[in-house]
């Protein structure tokens, strides 16, 4: 630990847990979006087009989160 720096220890464990938790979020936004696509004709009350386009949405936006916290990690 540096001495110039004193409130950087804190700052690394808020970072480490922004980062699990950031990982534990894509893992279940492509777990439910992977989910909702092969189990859309379980789903009575939305159609399965409807379904299996937000299953493609979740899927998406999770590896858009997992590429921010690649390029955010990269980059430190």
Known sequence: MEE???GRPKLEVAEK???VFGIIMVVLYITLGTTIIF???LM???PEPTARTFGVI???YGLFRAYKIFRRSSNR
């Open 4 to 6: 110039d720096q004193p």
């Open 17 to 19: 847990v922004s980062k």
């Open 39 to 41: 189990k859309a004709h």
């Open 44 to 46: 009575t009350n939305i």
């Open 58 to 60: 979740l899927i998406l």
